[in-house]
């Protein structure tokens, strides 16, 4: 066993404290209220903490997914070596009138060990230093606690910059309320005196990390060849590359993940932002083992022993806010472990690829019954058709996105391809970009899996205006923005089938004006006209009876609104643009099904 890194946090500011419960930063809370901020330094301050010591803890409600074994380490600064207390807390139950928790501490004169039971100290323990403190040095805290066999082993540490050990303290506990116990992990102050917040006689926080603990020691980078991430989606720490993580926003974001497993096989996977609101499918072999968020350490169930196992994790719903541009609802991956006896294997190929462009309609808005659930929507259900053929895919959809919308509730994703006033706006389009200021295109300007030449899709599906003929978009602009984004999409990708999918309301005029069924109409044949030789680009209209069908077919297909469907609505559709996707791509000798 072993601790791997979970969170690790750095803090900027000035941040102001807030009231009680509320979040400082990065998911770490303000118990008591008005007692932590953030200094212009990006350090963290209290204001001296009155008894019960623990009424200003600063807590992260996210330790560790609820485990026993605990750890975290904070690097401090200590500016008055003579009256100073910072403790870090273990298993704490948050009760501000008081806590029962293991505390430890850093203080002037050496480490201390309390065990609290109702904001009491029940017993405790002191080692000094092995020299003095200095004004304006750097330590590091660390504390952690092991669960054994009816005791709790809880141990210590204060380091210097140099890595030199400064203390160390180890304690066995074996108070029965105490074992097995789930708490918070968490950080507060006890000085002797109170100050204003960031007072220079403070200890200042500069960072604080929380800890793992798993049979999974051996780290496997998100660079390494055992991971195949979807084509067109992820951006790196560099670029699209890069060996420390992978970002997505986009549900129906996908990675693989092999592993050779042991005897007695252990994986976990690093899902970084533990504020992220997403969540995932977990996938063993083909089977789905797991349904899960995505906000940190995801220990891997149902791996086969001693055989070679697929991982394959999906983004299955996001929240419709703050995912562009690494927001916190972007799914970040920093990699997995996995246990010493076993061992990674090449991931297979990309496959054959293909990009599927939309709006809710296409994210799994509203799907599952009226929650969000990628799998569920048509696009998902292409999706495992299409993979099962060797054929990988790519999402790109926003909610309330259009052509010329931008897309989420907070209106941060760009439009796709963005026209007003019959100009097209690149600075605000994001039909060339994975994510913001990172480009979608190769060195030649082509649409790329991965960054690299030669790597276009085989075909883009691109299914909008439902918005903006809801929203009452000018006709005009979108009809620009619709032909030059097929135009701009046979530049980028020369050899790829594009499908322009008809909304699937708009043969339902109390839905959608039939002025925009016909725009779309004479846009498509505007194109053909000006591009006889483009036989690859296909208009998909699921036609009038089925459009009607699923519209009136309000609580069986639809949701209340007639435009999102369910998954019997998607049902009904996805077969309808398969047949015509495998009609298109039979001809001219291009076999790709």
Not at 57 to 71: D, I
Not at 375 to 391: M, T
Request: with cysteine.
């Amino acid at each position: 066993m072993a601790w791997i890194p979970a969170t690790h946090t750095t803090f900027t500011g000035p941040v102001s404290a807030g009231a009680a419960g509320s979040q400082l930063q990065n998911g770490w809370y303000d118990v008591s209220g008005n007692i932590w901020s953030i200094n212009a330094q990006g350090q963290l301050a209290s204001v001296q903490a009155t008894t019960p010591k623990n009424n200003g803890l600063l807590s992260f409600p996210f330790s560790n997914n609820g485990a026993v074994n605990q750890r975290a380490s904070a690097r401090l600064v200590i500016n008055n070596p003579t009256a100073m207390g910072t403790f870090i807390v273990l298993r704490s139950d948050l009760n501000t009138s008081g806590a029962t928790e293991y505390e430890m501490s850093c203080s002037g004169n050496g480490m201390s060990y309390f065990l609290v039971s109702g904001g009491n100290s029940l017993n405790g323990t002191n080692k000094g230093y092995t020299r003095s403190l200095v004004a304006g040095e750097v330590v590091t805290l660390t504390v952690e606690c092991i669960q054994g066999n009816g005791s709790t082993v809880i141990t210590g540490s204060v380091v210097d910059s140099t890595g030199a050990t400064l203390a160390s303290l180890s304690v066995t506990d074996t108070t029965a309320a105490m074992q097995n116990k789930v708490g918070t992990i968490g950080i507060f102050q006890n000085e002797g005196s109170t100050s204003a917040n960031g007072a220079a006689n403070l200890t200042l926080v500069q960072s604080i990390d929380t800890y793992y603990y798993s049979a999974a020691s051996q780290p496997v980078s998100v660079s390494d060849s055992s991971f195949l991430f979807s084509p067109g989606n992820w951006t790196g720490d560099n670029g699209r590359g890069g060996s420390v993580s992978r970002r997505a926003w986009n549900c129906g974001a996908w990675f693989e993940f092999s592993i050779a497993a042991s005897a007695s096989p252990v994986a976990v996977l690093a899902l970084g932002s533990y504020l992220c609101g997403s969540r995932v499918n977990l996938y063993v072999n083909g089977i789905e083992t797991a349904s899960i968020a995505a906000n940190g350490i995801i220990a891997v169930p149902g791996l086969t022993a001693s055989a070679t196992n697929l991982v394959r994790v999906e983004v299955v719903s996001t929240p419709q806010n703050r995912r562009w541009n690494g927001g916190v609802n972007s799914v970040l991956m920093l990699g997995a472990y996995i246990d010493p006896q076993s061992a990674v294997t090449p991931a297979r190929a990309l496959g054959r690829w293909g990009m599927m462009v939309g709006s809710s309609i296409t994210e799994g808005a509203l799907a599952n019954n009226g929650a969000d659930y990628w799998p569920y929507d048509y696009s998902g259900l292409l999706a495992s058709s299409l993979r099962g053929k060797g054929i990988d895919i790519c999402m790109s959809a926003a909610c309330f996105s259009d052509y010329v919308i931008p897309g989420d509730s907070d209106g941060t994703v760009p439009p796709y391809y963005m026209v007003s006033g019959g100009t097209y706006d690149p600075a605000r389009s994001r039909w060339n970009l994975c994510d913001q200021g990172v480009s979608l295109l190769d060195a030649n300007q082509q649409i790329s899996a991965y960054g690299a030449t030669g790597t276009a899709p085989d075909f883009v599906l691109i299914n909008y205006c439902s918005n903006g003929a809801s929203g009452g978009t000018n006709i005009v602009d979108l009809s620009a923005a619709m032909y030059g984004c097929m135009t701009a999409i046979r530049a980028a990708a020369p050899e790829a089938y594009i499908f322009i999918v008809v909304p699937f309301g708009f043969h339902v005029p109390s839905s959608y004006p039939a002025i925009y069924l016909q725009m779309m109409q004479d846009t498509f044949a505007r194109y053909q006209a000006a591009n006889p030789a483009d036989r690859r680009v296909v208009f998909i209209d699921i036609g009038e009876s089925l459009s009607k069908r699923i519209t009136y077919g309000r609580g069986v297909y639809t949701a209340g609104d007639g435009r999102h469907p369910f998954l019997a609505g998607h049902a009904l559709v996805a077969p309808v643009i398969a047949d015509r996707i495998r009609e298109a791509m039979k001809t001219e000798s291009y076999s790709f099904f």
